[in-house]
């Protein structure tokens, strides 16, 4: 529809009004299909954690990874659904290429051509995000339902937490091809 067609456009202007004169990444955090069943049920709850530990872990990585030891500023778009219209939830994030040193005295710029290594990203991202699951559960912040019920015993919800922690997690870091306007207008879609 037209007005869909001009929030998007507006949605890109703003964006694009946003970016520094500098290289930018995409990169996307997904969760495990382990997960999606639990996330269906949970929608609000997952989407925040997935939010918070994609953040913590941009920043965190960011700040102590030797090749940067920056403040960066990025943001992020939440995925639900994959090309095929299944359950794939996931942020992509637009990442600049640096950031402010830790004192607060000058830019860092990322190694050329290169953001964080994504392995560290990963790993750091499922720490954080199944520490944050668990937390959840003992908050009593996530619902049951279905088959899921057996879940809502703690040694249950632990051997699923295993076993997501025994799993690599995706997380993928490109330039973006094009630039930074090529990751905005797929986004604005």
């Avoid at 530990?53 to 920043?59: G, I």
Wanted: glycine share 10%; with cysteine; aromatic share 12%.
């Amino acid at each position: 529809p037209k007005c869909q067609a001009g929030l998007r456009g507006k949605w890109f202007e703003d964006r694009e009004r946003d970016l520094l004169p500098v290289e930018y990444f995409h990169v996307v955090f997904t969760l495990p299909s382990e997960l999606g069943a639990l996330t269906l049920q949970n929608k609000v709850v997952i989407y925040n954690l997935l939010f918070r530990a994609t953040s913590e872990t941009l920043t965190e990585v960011a700040a102590g990874w030797k090749d940067l030891k920056a403040r960066i500023g990025f943001f992020a778009i939440l995925h639900t659904w994959g090309q095929k219209l299944d359950l794939h939830p996931h942020l992509h994030c637009v990442v600049p290429g640096g950031g402010i040193s830790l004192d607060g005295t000058r830019w860092v710029s990322c190694p050329r051509g290169f953001l964080m290594p994504v392995k560290m990203l990963s790993r750091k991202f499922r720490g954080k995000f199944l520490a944050l699951l668990l937390q959840a559960f003992d908050d009593g912040r996530l619902r049951f339902h279905g088959s899921l019920e057996p879940l809502a015993e703690r040694s249950r919800f632990s051997g699923l937490v295993s076993r997501s922690r025994g799993t690599e997690w995706v997380v993928y870091a490109k330039r973006p091809f094009g630039g930074s306007a090529t990751v905005l207008k797929y986004l604005a879609r």
